[in-house]
């Protein structure tokens, strides 16, 4: 709802004010989500600053891909991905698992399914610094799982929002687009419009810097 009257605002003042410089900002990048799929329901571009819009990123792509074999176990592309991510020893089990289970589980258990077959956070933490912020891109699209009834009908609404192309040109050129991006990355940046989103109590100051004051000061 707070995505949706963003983007409500935003319009409003994209039809009030010539090529406005308008700012989305959140507090972690797993909040992108729903901003951006506001956005792209509403017709308004977008770029994410500094970063990858959220299904385009890898955790995301790789937990997609096991969906995906879920609902269609002849998807190569997903194989092969998996098969990389993976490795073959661990991703050719997987693959008739997936299946024999893809259309008994909603579409949140069957992310848990997949993600407690590969042991998938831990090989986050193995093999990248930034696992939290890995671990809340996922934890994001396990929440919007949860609106969906069947596997199909999410990967349906995922296909969408990838295929989606924010760009529009207007008069010979290109809208500006809105910029998204995290707290921290905005600094030293200037806009004439900023929108601040998800401002409440865990994720600003998020929850993690709760116990340090030092940590807090900095939030």
């Given amino acids: 709802e707070e995505a949706e009257w963003i983007a409500k605002e935003i319009k409003g003042v994209r039809a009030s004010a010539d090529h406005p410089r308008i700012a989305v ?3 972690t990048n797993a ?15 977008y770029r ?9 990123r890898k955790e995301v792509r790789d937990v997609v891909a096991g969906l995906r074999i879920a609902v ?7 194989k092969t991905r998996l098969e990389k991510a993976l490795t073959k020893r661990i991703a050719f089990p997987l693959f008739h698992e997936l299946w024999a289970v893809g259309g008994r589980l909603p579409p949140r258990e069957l992310i848990g399914f997949f993600l407690a077959k590969t042991d998938y956070l831990a090989r986050l933490a193995r093999e990248f610094q930034n696992t939290e912020e890995r671990k809340e891109n996922i934890e994001e699209l396990e929440k919007f799982a949860e609106t969906f009834r069947t596997t199909t009908e999410l990967l349906e609404r995922i296909t969408l929002l990838e295929s989606a192309d924010t760009a529009r040109t207007v008069g010979g050129e290109k809208e500006e687009p809105v910029h998204l991006m995290s707290i921290h990355l905005s600094k030293g940046l200037e806009f004439g419009w900023v929108f601040v989103a998800g401002a409440e109590e865990g994720f600003l100051p ?7 004051p030092e940590e807090l000061e900095e939030e």
């Fill in 25 to 27: 900002l959140y507090r």
């Fill in 31 to 45: 909040q992108s989500r729903p901003i951006e799929q506001a956005l792209i329901f509403s017709a308004i571009p």
């Fill in 48 to 56: 994410i600053f500094g970063g990858i819009t959220f299904y385009g």
């Fill in 72 to 78: 269609n176990p002849n998807d190569t592309v997903s």
């Fill in 206 to 212: 998020h929850h993690r810097s709760l116990c340090s």
